[in-house]
């Protein structure tokens, strides 16, 4: 499992609509711990597209396609929710959905879904099984360490997830312990 984690290559496509500056993805890719690509539809091999809007969710099921690589595509929520949840017009890729996590950086803070680029590549290596390489990619922001105290059940649950069923049993159950306060 280890060489297969080191292995999974982290794409970014960014789609400039936010402040450059606070934007993970850019960072993950300045400090080369991301690849960032010009047009997602020359990458090779499969890769799974993280899709907010996916109806499959992502899971260890995944591993079996013999994938070589995450796509994160950088753009703004707000810009995505105006455009009724279209990511991006390409259709490729293995396209897949977290299940819920709490997001830890300061701009959405404590909502559930609404993570940043490299939260949402931290999550999917979780539940991929990765959890060193997930730890590596949010070591690089101050508020990184956060995110596994937010979600230290939640990922303590998906890391045991042994496929899509699970995941989303854990997911359902969360919700319904978070509308039951």
């Known amino acids: 499992m280890q060489n297969y984690c080191s292995n999974l290559k982290i794409y970014v496509y960014r789609i400039s609509e936010d402040y450059y500056k606070a934007s993970t993805a850019v960072k993950l890719y300045k400090l080369k711990v991301a690849t960032r690509v010009g047009d997602p539809r020359k990458l090779r091999g499969k890769f799974i597209v993280l899709d907010p809007f996916s109806q499959k969710v992502i899971s260890k099921d995944d591993i079996s396609y013999n994938l070589n690589g995450i796509l994160v595509v950088d753009r703004s929520w707000n810009k995505i929710l105006e455009k009724g949840g279209e990511v991006f017009p390409f259709k490729f890729g293995v396209r897949r959905r977290l299940p819920i996590f709490i997001a830890s950086n300061p701009i959405n803070y404590g909502i559930a879904y609404k993570l940043s680029s490299a939260e949402a590549l931290a999550a999917a290596l979780i539940i991929l099984g990765c959890i060193e390489r ?18 230290s059940k939640l990922i303590i649950d998906y890391v045991k997830a042994s496929n899509e069923k699970d995941v989303l049993e854990i997911e359902e159950e969360f919700i319904k312990d978070i509308q039951g306060r």
């Open 134 to 151: 997930a730890k590596e990619i949010l070591s690089y922001f101050k508020w990184g360490e956060n995110f596994f105290s937010l979600n």
